[in-house]
């Protein structure tokens, strides 16, 4: 295969992958034995935002988010704040090298993100609903 047909497979696949994400069914979940039912969207907003570090509970708040690699992260924050990771990015960055706060732990892979939420009570993700398992509880729902 040339050059200019392995740059096409590579691109369709790729496009392929994002209309998969755009698809993406993304809930907000938290670990079961958390004891949180629910969370709104603008707390949710905030906890990945760095503005809340805790929950409505007053129990420590811990953001996780998703590999970027993965286009669920792309997704999860088009629909949160209607931004792209270049937008979320550049807020980081605005307020990290400011010190006024840091962004969300960042897993390396969608597994480590499973096994992290798993063992921590006060852990936020976002993930496809069908990787949600007993060890976890949907907190916030984005579908109609």
């Known amino acids: 295969m040339n050059l ?5 497979v590579a691109t369709l696949i790729s496009a392929t992958n994002a209309v998969d994400v755009a698809r993406a069914d993304v809930v907000v979940v938290m670990n079961a034995q958390s ?13 990945f ?8 509970s007053g ?21 949160l704040v209607n931004k792209d990771l270049a937008e979320i990015n550049s807020y980081w960055a605005r307020l990290y090298f400011s010190g006024k706060t840091s962004p969300p732990n960042q ?12 063992r921590t009570p006060g852990g936020v993700a ?19």
Do not use: C, H, W
């Not at 200019?4 to 096409?8: D, G, L, N, P, R």
């Open 4 to 8: 200019a047909s392995t740059f096409i």
């Open 35 to 47: 004891g949180v039912e629910r969370l709104s969207a603008d707390d949710v907003t905030n906890i």
């Open 49 to 56: 935002l760095g503005r809340y570090r805790r929950l409505p």
């Open 59 to 79: 129990a420590n708040a811990i953001a996780i988010d998703q590999p970027t690699e993965s286009g669920l992260k792309a997704e999860f924050y088009r629909q």
């Open 107 to 118: 897993a390396a892979t969608q597994s480590e993100v499973l096994n992290l939420l798993a």
């Open 126 to 144: 976002y993930m496809e609903r069908k990787q949600v398992d007993a060890r976890f509880k949907i907190v916030l729902d984005f579908s109609p």
